[in-house]
């Protein structure tokens, strides 16, 4: 852990903590929700202003998608970023949205309120770097393969170009179980904490890929001392033109929200986190 000079937790830097819009990431929970991907303007737009009103804070939606086969729709593009941030502005939520490119990196950032780094592309050092020098906050989910200590040497690779706003994201990681899409490691939440002062999310649905467990999984996640949960909420799943099988009603995330609040208030309420 000799190279985790920023990263790590030290006696003057117990916790980060910063302002996106009206949100206190670090102190206030954050609840990042809407769909894979941005598919229409008017699709945004509902499904933001649904999730609004079930509790979300910040709306999420893919432009540029990072896909497993070059078959499979890419995403909206420069389309998709406008009319995310339109539907941003029109419920009055920050939006975060994945940048794949190093080129795209500053376009993007005209944009979103958070850049998303995912996945595939966690050791893509060159656009870890580019994204640190926006100043922008960046989450940055952890990679399929990645240890912890890996992980956090990528967010090194943000904060050493001067950009402190690095939220972590846990959303699975490959072992040799079939059932689920990856396997939610609950326990490098708990870690993180114990190591880093950087802000530490879950994100169930790309964890499990099994709408059936995601609310077992983002209960857990907060007892486990998450500071947020991604969710993917589409207003017709089977219509979703990506990770249909992950995505929640509106109804259901609804119920979850539900759940999510008193599981919030009751860590608060008993000193648990
Ligand atoms: C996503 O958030 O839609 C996504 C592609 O996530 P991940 O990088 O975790 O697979
Ligand atoms: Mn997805």
Known sequence: MKNLKLSNKTKNKQKTTFKISNIEVGKDFLMIAGPCSVESEKQIIEIAKKVKKSGANILRGGAYKPRTSPYSFQGLGLKGLQYLKKAGEITKLPIVTEVVDTRDVYLVAEYADILQIGARNMQNYSLLQEAGRTKVP???????????????????????????????????????????????????????????????????????????????????????GSDGLMLEVHSEPAKALSDSEQALTPHQFDGIMKKIILVNKFCKQYKIL
Request: with cysteine; hydrophobic share 40%; glycine share 4%.
């Open 138 to 224: 960046v989450l940055l989910k952890r990679g399929f393969y990645s240890t912890i200590e890996e992980w956090l040497n990528c967010a090194e690779y943000i904060l050493n170009e001067g950009n402190d706003k690095v939220i972590l994201c846990e959303r699975g990681i490959r072992t040799i179980e079939t059932y689920t899409r990856n396997t939610l490691d609950v326990s490098a939440i708990s870690l993180i904490k114990q190591l880093s002062h950087l802000p530490v999310i879950a994100d169930p649905s790309h964890a499990t890929g099994l709408v059936s467990i995601i609310e077992k999984m983002s209960l857990s996640s907060i007892m486990a």
